[in-house]
């Protein structure tokens, strides 16, 4: 049952992440008149950032481990 619940938790993660997405998408074009340009530099920005704080999570814990 544990893994049931962890491919649920995952699948409702993405599914609220692309919602979120996609409101912020119609927010940033709509009322802050982003181009599209910008709204890809600053998603990527995020998603680097993101993913940096996942790494670095991910890892300090494996190291914690090692000692």
């Known amino acids: 049952m544990g893994k049931r619940l962890d491919i649920l938790t995952a699948a409702t993660a993405f599914g609220v992440a692309a ?11 709509g009322q802050l ?5 910008q709204i890809r530099s600053a998603a990527l920005l995020i998603a680097g ?9 991910f890892l300090g814990r494996r190291w914690s481990k090692a000692d």
């Open 33 to 37: 008149g982003w181009s599209d340009g």
């Open 49 to 57: 950032g993101v993913a940096l704080g996942l790494a670095l999570d």
């Open 19 to 29: 919602y979120v997405a996609i409101i912020m998408d119609c927010v940033a074009c």
